[in-house]
């Protein structure tokens, strides 16, 4: 079964500066999909970031970037110039056939 | 972009009674749906997918009987919370995938916050 752990189960910021939330998973498969995704307190998640297994080039979203190591399982996010908006907590999430697994989760705290 | 419209977001209900949640795609067909649970700052834990037309898929673990859903037109989808319990009380969110099945994440419904008193 697929696995994804976030190892920082809490982090915290400077406003205006960078931040790397980590997230490593377990597969077998070759093909598939990775994702990060926000919930703020109203709880509603929200996609951040989406990476396909089979692009070596990392995705970016704005002030948002991951660093995709496909060998070593690893897809941490980066996020530039923090805003006390990001503070939320964030999920790193594993796609193949369909299903989705999420890890436990990173409360982010963006200090002002 | 895709929305999912879920209701009701709060409900409190007496133990022994049944509750249900209504997820609707506003402007997509979502041939899937995913049904989670998430207790509070814990992981979303997957309960069952469902497909339009056909039984749902509950993991291991899940209650079919207790947790009922209902997958009847590709707009909408309804899980039943029979005979509920205090233990049943969780935060329950679906997410719904459209028919073309992109690579896109996909979309979630706002949650319900449920109750059991």
């Known amino acids: 079964a697929q696995t994804v752990t976030q190892s920082q189960p809490e982090m915290s910021v400077q406003e205006a500066e960078t931040v790397t939330l980590s997230c490593t998973y377990d597969?077998?498969?070759?093909?598939?999909?990775l994702f990060w995704y926000k919930q703020p307190p109203s709880r509603q998640m929200i996609l951040v970031i989406r990476?396909?297994?089979?692009?070596?080039q990392n995705a970016t979203e704005n002030r948002f970037s991951v660093n995709f190591q496909k060998a070593a399982k690893s897809f941490s996010l980066k996020i530039s110039d923090s805003q006390l908006g990001d503070g939320a907590m964030y999920f790193c999430a594993y796609r193949n056939a369909g299903k989705s697994t999420f890890g436990d989760g990173t409360t982010l705290t963006v200090k002002p | 972009g895709a929305v999912v419209s879920q209701h009701p977001s709060r409900v409190i209900c007496k133990s022994g009674t049944s509750v249900k949640i209504e997820c609707r795609s506003l402007?997509?067909?979502?041939?899937?749906m995913f049904w989670y649970r998430q207790f509070p700052k814990q992981s979303l834990m997957l309960m069952a997918t469902s497909n339009e037309g056909s039984k749902a898929t509950y993991e291991q673990g899940v209650e079919k009987d207790k947790f009922l859903i209902n997958h009847a037109s590709l707009t909408l989808s309804t899980l039943t919370v029979t005979s509920a319990h205090p233990e049943d009380s969780s935060f329950y969110i679906c997410?719904?995938?459209?028919?073309?099945?992109?690579?896109?994440?996909?979309?979630f419904g706002s949650g319900t916050r449920l109750t059991v008193v």
């Open positions: 997410s719904a995938r459209d028919g073309q099945g992109t690579y896109y994440g996909y979309t």
């Open positions: 990476q396909e297994a089979y692009k070596q």
């Open positions: 402007d997509f067909q979502a041939t899937t």
């Open positions: 597969t077998s498969e070759s093909d598939y999909y």
